[in-house]
Each structure stands twice: as C-alpha cells, then as structure tokens.
C-alpha cells in the first residue's frame, strides 16, 4: 500500500563507482521529483518529470542522470560517485504539472547514501 | 539560494504547550506549503495555504500567511510527543519553474 517507495533504503558505496536508486508511485500521478537532503537538513529538488518528460533540472553535475521509463517510475542513477554525493535521495511525486507544485507532494522514505 | 528560512531553528517545549514556528521568504508566491519529517523519514505535507489566504487550520494546527510581510507561522496547539520531528516551509514561486523551495527547518521537540 506504500503510495511511494524508493528502493534501496541504505547504499554504502566506494567513491569512483556507479550507482542507480529506483522510485515507484502507485498513487497515479502525472509529476515525479527527487530531491537531494544534505547533513545540515536542507532538502533541495534536483530533477522533475511530467509523463515521462523532464521539465526541472537543477544545476547538477552531469554524472546524475534520471531516468523515467513510465509515470509511475523515476530513477536516478550516479556515475563516478565522489564524497560529496552522500546525502539522503527523496522521490517524490504530485498530481499535475501545471498544478504539481500547487499541490501537495508526497514523498518516498529516502535512500540514505554513504560514499566512502 | 535558498527561499524559506524557518525561525527557529530548534525549539524545546512541554507536552501540552503550544509550539509556533516561523517562515519567512524572498519573493512573491504561489503558495507555501508546511511539511513535517520525522527522523529517519520522508516528508509528510500538512497544509498548504495560498498567497490570497491569510489563515488555515486543520486539526491542532494554525497557518497564517502574510504576504506583504512575506511571512508565515504555523502554531501546534496542546502539543504531543508524537508532534517532535522537523518541520519545514516550503514555497511555490510566481514566476520561474514551478517547484518547491525548502527551508532549513525547524526541529521541534515535546517533552514528555
């Protein structure tokens, strides 16, 4: 019944190598987010989706790369980790584009990543 | 840079007190949005209140939107234990991209 999940929850990983989390929603909406949370707390959108299109791209390095196979799916996948990408990942999803932002998000558990 | 910033940034009270965060912003809105996070979790929204609002409630919580100050507060009212997580505002710009813009955050604690 989990309206947006994120898989893996817990990614320990060693700097130089390539990872992908993947998100899910089973809740039918158009828009799908991910957003960066740093140590300090501050949550940050890196990419947004409408129907498998891309339609926000932050300034993020290039080595992120997402990737939406359907509406329900968001993926993001990181090449050549560095140790500044530990963080925790959130996907997020919203009803609309023209509306998404107007409208309440809801957001997955998080993958908390460890680059070491 | 950053848009909402929440003021304080941790608050300590007792069980059954009232809590009241502040969120103060940059430039016009749409709308501004609180979420709660529990440790280790993901965001939960709570309200959403629009720039022509000037007050919202839902169940023990209390939003006020002034827009010519470019603040809002939201106000727990006989506050839980269960209400100790961070709380943060987020804003939806008039003009650019349409995206959420977080603040840092209040971390409110309950005492039991």
């Known amino acids: 019944d989990t309206a947006v999940s994120q898989t893996p929850k817990y990614l320990v990983t060693q700097m130089g190598n390539d990872k992908s989390i993947k998100c899910e929603q089973n809740l039918g909406h158009d828009t799908m987010y991910w957003y960066k949370q740093d140590s300090k707390k501050f949550l940050k959108i890196m990419f947004s989706?409408?129907?498998?299109?891309?339609?926000i791209n932050e300034t993020v390095p290039n080595r992120f790369s997402p990737k939406s196979p359907d509406k329900a799916h968001l993926n993001l996948h990181i090449n050549s980790l560095e140790l500044g990408d530990s963080a925790v990942y959130f996907c997020a999803s919203s009803q609309g584009v023209l509306a998404g932002a107007q409208e309440t998000q809801y957001f997955g558990p998080g993958t908390r990543l460890l680059v070491l | 840079s950053q848009q909402g910033e929440e003021d304080p940034q941790a608050l300590s009270i007792q069980e059954g007190e009232n809590a009241t965060m502040n969120c103060s912003y940059k430039?016009?809105?749409?709308?501004l949005q609180w979420y709660r996070q529990n440790s280790g979790r993901g965001l939960v929204h709570l309200i959403l209140?629009?720039?022509?609002?000037r007050e919202k409630h839902s169940g023990r919580l209390r939003v006020t939107l002034d827009t010519s100050k470019k603040s809002s507060s939201l106000l727990i009212t006989a506050s839980r234990a269960a209400d100790t997580a961070s709380y943060f505002c987020?804003?939806?710009?008039?003009?650019?991209?349409?995206?959420?813009?977080f603040g840092q955050g209040t971390r409110l604690t309950i005492n039991p």
């Open positions: 987020a804003t939806v710009r008039i003009q650019g991209a349409q995206k959420l813009v």
């Open positions: 989706y409408n129907n498998k299109e891309l339609i």
């Open positions: 209140i629009r720039s022509n609002e």
């Open positions: 430039t016009s809105i749409n709308n």
